[in-house]
């Protein structure tokens, strides 16, 4: 910024002189600058979510070239299709198995990074490095890793005197696998959210609080978590949604089968089988707008309860 | 100088320019005796795919004229799902492989009959199929599909495991097995010497539980029509007969209930097992570990016909939108040459050939021990006829889950039984997409 711009102490600012040439803000020349954006969200985004919305009233078929208009038959047959709850109760599962750990682990790792370890560059490296990875090769390490014959952790396990775990076999063990390998994959979203968090707390806060006496515990759960709040709620909600729509790597992990006795199927996975497997797009687009709404629904009371716990 | 000079460059760079749009225009042409473009699709990866270059490489050397553009894309759900929206979208390639199992879907609208004329111009006529495998690819009629082989459940042997287990025939070759007790009794042997399991079977892989299911239903008599709307007219007694057999096995001596796909193969393979259900595709994996073994035909676990699962590859026209005749013609071509050269395919990978002019010949039969087992062709059990059922289909899926639920002992036979009938009524109840 040049210093002539900065207005002098004390002095009322001059309205600047009308600028020549059209305004980017006002002007109508501004929506060139977004058109691109638009066409591509129109084209990628709104026309597939309406086109599918009128898909769910349809018996549209993949490999079929007409279809006929069934009002809301689509919708009545998912309430009664016992499939549907029991992968959407999968879905819940994984979305509460998984946000627990991914919200509390990163808060743990996000403080010790931040209270002065050496080398804080490493360890920030080293938490956030799955993260870049993608889900293909992310899957490949933990299939090697999960294996039952050659698996690094059975072999573990075995070694510190432990039985081995079905972990890719096991109905019961199945989806935690999934909540596994997701948590080590992600966390380092939700790491780097609450190291940035951590930072802007300003660090007379914890000065004046040492002069006062507090110590450590009572810096952590006086200061540094309640400032965490809102940073706490924005996690909490990304990691939701981000939960409620598992899919790719379930579905590599266990080679598109649903997992042993089908207990690592989510609710996404069944659209897919539906409408691309089964070829009954009409059906599928049914069930995912069900679940599209389900979503807007806890983002919306989330909100609700944010924005009450904020106040 | 500097005119001439210029003149030459641009008659140079015209030159250049000609040439190149007759070279693209030749191109578009195709069939005017130049070049032909032909796209081909399958679905081989490992050493399945390895002697499907080979076939492919053999047609490239036959006809020089055809450019095949190969394409492998992963086997199962997704290979079909790409090849049904090609199909409809009217954009599919030339040739494609397929599962004779899965015509029930994609026989109807999204695939061109072969022209036998077009065939017997070829040399290769209808009679020169097995007749089972030849019931299934032919859908009113038509010939929707033209198979490559027939790959069948067969049963591996270690020929040291057996003899120490006293289960060999004075010829060295397996002592015929008749009826289940007989091939538990020989998996509780095995065990004895191995001292971990008698039979490797993935009872995890939804395919591999699905081969020793499907066989010992058959064989129980079992039957399934899956009509549109339901209900499935199916056997719960034989279902529970061939579950409870699967549910026998695998006590965690004779068969682990907890092998997946890999696993089995390879404790086979490590001689951790004495005996291996999967198809004849893992004749690779027992090679290369240079153990001694054989194969032989599944044997009849009940009644006297040795019914087994199997499915086959198979050579089918999708539906395009515009058909190029020289592409077409190519591809008739090329599914010939790979039928005619399916010699490699089966002694490489164990698949039965499909035309009895390689079946037969003197060269397969020495193949051994891929040739052992291959009257398997004549008692070929294909899956029931759905749009959901086949090869890398829902329904072997699903299937998987309840008779895993069988083999993990958490279902009862009766349970798994009723398990997988109410999940076929559900489905069939949803309405067929076809």
């Not at chain 2, 676990?301 to 539906?319: E, Q």
Request: aromatic content about 12%; hydrophobic content about 45%.
């Amino acid at each position: 910024m040049s210093a002539g711009t900065v207005a002098a102490p004390g002095r009322v600012e001059q309205p600047t002189a009308p600028r020549r040439g059209p305004s980017l803000v006002g002007g109508r020349g501004g929506i060139w600058f977004v058109l691109p954006f638009m066409a591509v969200y129109a084209a990628f985004v709104l026309w597939p979510l309406l086109y599918g919305l009128g898909l769910s009233f349809f018996d549209t078929s993949l490999v079929r070239a007409e279809s006929r208009f069934v009002g809301f038959d689509n919708y009545v047959r998912l309430f009664a299709d016992s499939e549907v709850w029991r992968t959407l109760g999968i879905t819940v599962l994984f979305t509460i198995g998984s946000t627990i750990p991914l919200v509390v682990i990163a808060l743990v790792m996000a403080l010790l990074v931040q209270t002065g370890v050496r080398g804080q560059w490493f360890w920030r490296f080293v938490y956030f490095a799955p993260f870049l990875l993608p889900v293909a090769t992310v899957v490949l390490i933990w299939q090697w890793l999960f294996s039952g014959d050659y698996g690094l952790i059975n072999a573990a396990l075995t070694g510190i005197g432990l039985p081995e775990v079905g972990w890719l076999t096991d109905p019961a063990v199945g989806l935690w696998s999934v909540v596994l390998l997701t948590v080590w994959w992600t966390i380092g979203f939700n790491f780097l959210l609450y190291l940035a968090a951590l930072q802007a707390i300003p660090a007379q806060l914890y000065e004046a609080a040492e002069i006062d006496g507090a110590g450590g515990w009572r810096r952590l759960f006086g200061i540094t978590l309640p400032l965490l709040n809102r940073t706490t709620g924005l996690v909490i909600v990304l990691q939701v949604l981000a939960s409620l729509k598992l899919f790719d790597q379930a579905y590599i992990l266990y080679r598109a089968n649903g997992g042993p006795g089908g207990s690592a199927t989510p609710i996404l996975q069944y659209v897919y089988d539906t409408g691309f497997t089964d070829y009954r797009l009409g059906y599928a687009s049914a069930i995912s707008y069900v679940f599209f709404v389900l979503i807007i629904l806890i983002a919306l009371v989330q909100a609700r309860l944010s924005r009450r716990s904020e106040s | 100088m500097t005119t001439s000079h210029r003149l030459s460059r641009r008659t140079l760079l015209r030159a250049t320019a000609a040439a190149g749009g007759a070279a693209l225009l030749s191109s578009c042409a195709g069939g005017s005796g130049n070049a032909v473009d032909l796209a081909y699709w399958n679905f081989f990866g490992g050493s399945d795919g390895k002697l499907m270059v080979e076939l492919v490489n053999r047609f490239r050397a036959e006809a020089p004229n055809v450019r095949v553009t190969a394409t492998t894309l992963m086997w199962g759900p997704p290979y079909y799902t790409k090849l049904a929206m090609a199909c409809a979208g009217g954009r599919a390639p030339d040739l494609a492989t397929m599962h004779g199992s899965r015509l029930s879907t994609f026989g109807r609208d999204l695939l061109d009959e072969w022209d036998l004329d077009e065939l017997a111009a070829r040399g290769v006529s209808l009679d020169e199929f097995p007749q089972p495998v030849l019931d299934r690819v032919l859908v009113d009629g038509r010939l929707m599909a033209l198979p490559l082989d027939t790959h069948p459940l067969v049963l591996y042997y270690n020929t040291d495991i057996c003899e120490k287990a006293g289960l060999l025939a004075p010829d060295g070759t397996l002592a015929p097995i008749h009826g289940a007790e007989q091939m538990l009794d020989a998996g509780r042997r095995a065990a004895e010497v191995t001292g971990a399991i008698g039979i490797a079977l993935g009872s995890l892989h939804e395919a591999h539980i699905w081969m020793p299911f499907w066989s010992g239903y058959r064989q129980l008599g079992g039957q399934m029509l899956l009509p549109d709307g339901g209900p499935a007219e199916v056997d719960r007694d034989a279902m529970v007969g061939a579950m409870t057999f699967l549910r026998d096995l695998c006590d965690g001596t004779i068969c682990s209930p907890s092998l997946d796909g890999q696993s089995s193969p390879a404790a086979f393979a490590s001689q951790q097992a004495g005996f291996l259900f999967v198809g004849p595709w893992e004749v690779t994996s027992a090679r290369t570990a240079e153990i001694p073994f054989s194969m032989t035909q599944f044997p009849a676990l009940f009644g006297d016909t040795p019914y087994v699962r199997a499915d086959s590859h198979s050579f089918v026209l999708p539906t395009q939108a515009q058909v190029d005749p020289a592409a077409r013609s190519a591809a008739y071509d090329m599914a010939v040459s790979m039928l005619r050269n399916s010699l490699a395919w089966a002694a490489g990978g164990g698949h039965i050939p499909a035309l009895s002019a390689v079946a037969d010949s003197p060269e397969y039969l020495a193949e051994k021990p891929v040739s052992n087992y291959r009257g398997a062709a004549q008692v070929v059990a294909f899956d029931p006829e759905a749009y959901f059922s086949g090869s890398g289909s829902t329904l072997m899926a699903r299937a998987g889950q309840s008779l895993q639920g069988v083999t993990s002992r958490a279902l009862t036979p009766e349970q798994g039984a009723d398990d997988l009938i109410g999940w076929l009524d559900d489905q069939l109840t949803l309405g067929s997409p076809l």
